[in-house]
């Protein structure tokens, strides 16, 4: 079955260190590939998307992500965290224009 | 200037009433969508609608009903709502995703739906 896997449900780190957020697919083929972002009580944000142009993609606030064909991973990264960081991060999945399916999210907080 | 607007923001309301949540966008897209966030925050589509007609419709009970007047606007509608439709819907717009799978979407802010 096709599927998106966020291996932690919830990530903390300190101001200003590193974050990695991990994501892994299950597909037999390249699929496109999305991180959005979900501050409390809003709605999602693009933070960047593959689209097999290239396997490292920049996205918005100092967030990137690196697509992994051989580990079928696509994890998020920044070199260091700001406060307005904490929030809930989804990788996403599409195959076709009809499935989208959603990672199970990861809580991000940020300690000062 | 809101890019994917929804009301109410809040809505609560008995067991076995009917409601309806508004969606409505300025990006010129033509596919719209509508996603439920349980209460673990997990995101599962539950329709799509292009230009007016429905290309994802997922198993979702009759129930919910989208209607889509105008490829600016999907509203849901939603009849006998039971304790388990609580839940924030989010609708969200994109280019035609049958064009370009990686075309992306863009969230509305959320309707909180609580049934007593």
């Known amino acids: 079955a096709q599927s998106v896997t966020q291996l932690d449900s919830h990530v903390s780190v300190s101001e200003g260190t590193p974050v990695l957020l991990r994501c892994n697919y299950s597909?037999?083929?390249?699929?496109?590939l999305f991180w959005y972002v979900q501050h409390p009580n809003k709605g999602l944000q693009l933070l960047l998307k593959?689209?097999?142009?290239?396997?490292l993609v920049k996205g918005i606030n100092g967030f990137e992500a690196e697509f992994k064909k051989s580990e079928t991973s696509f994890h998020l990264t920044k070199p260091s965290a700001h406060m307005s960081d904490a929030a809930e991060y989804f990788c996403?999945?599409?195959?076709?224009?009809?499935?989208?399916?959603f990672g199970p999210g990861t809580s991000l907080s940020v300690i000062p | 200037d809101t890019a994917v607007s929804q009301t109410p923001k809040y809505l609560v309301t008995q067991m076995g009433n009917d409601k309806s949540i508004k969606c409505e966008q300025n990006?010129?897209?033509?596919?719209m969508y509508w996603y439920k966030q349980d209460s673990k925050k997990f995101l599962k589509i539950m329709f799509s609608?292009?230009?007016?007609?429905?290309?994802i419709n997922e198993t979702v009970p009759n129930r919910f009903s989208p209607k889509s007047p105008d490829k600016a606007h999907l509203n849901l509608h939603i009849n006998s709502l039971e304790l388990g439709d609580s839940a924030v819907y989010f609708c969200?717009?994109?280019?035609?995703?049958?064009?370009?799978?990686?075309?992306?979407?863009?969230f509305g802010p959320g309707t909180r739906l609580t049934v007593l």
């Open positions: 593959y689209t097999s142009a290239a396997t």
């Open positions: 969200a717009s994109s280019q035609d995703p049958r064009l370009k799978i990686y075309n992306e979407q863009f």
């Open positions: 996403v999945r599409k195959t076709s224009y009809d499935k989208v399916i």
């Open positions: 609608y292009n230009n007016k007609e429905l290309i």
């Open positions: 990006l010129g897209h033509d596919t």
């Open positions: 597909s037999s083929y390249s699929p496109s």
